[in-house]
């Protein structure tokens, strides 16, 4: 079965940067889009950025386009989400998510979820 495990959260001023990264094995990496979400303190998880399985396609949520970039790579069996000029807005548990419809925003097409990894944006 495939296992998504997402590393690379921390603490950042606003204006920062960060890139997070979702490491999968189990499974044939590349037979899944693979998407974003996160959930703020107190409020539902939300979708971020999707990719579909070669990269060819991504879409984000409006406010994070220009600032936020999500990539992979096949042959590392890794996917990534480069967040540039983060704002407190940005905080929260960020989570990595295979589906194998060729992209998704929606949370119900996600079939493996990694345990996600705190981002922390400090004003």
């Known amino acids: 079965q495939l296992q998504l495990v997402e590393s690379g959260g921390g603490f950042v001023q606003a204006g920062g940067s960060l890139r997070v990264s979702c490491a999968a094995s189990?499974?044939?990496?590349?037979?899944?889009?693979m998407g974003w979400f996160r959930k703020p303190p107190g409020k539902a998880r939300t979708f971020v950025a999707t990719i579909s399985r070669n990269g060819g396609i991504a879409y984000y949520r409006t406010s994070v386009e220009g600032r936020f970039t999500v990539s992979r790579s096949n042959a590392k069996n890794e996917v990534y989400l480069q967040m540039n000029n983060l704002k407190p807005e940005d905080m929260g548990i960020y989570f990595c998510a295979a589906t194998s419809a060729s992209y998704s925003m929606e949370e119900t097409d996600y079939t493996t979820w990694g345990r996600g990894t705190q981002v922390t944006v400090s004003s």
């Open positions: 189990g499974d044939a990496f590349n037979d899944y889009a």
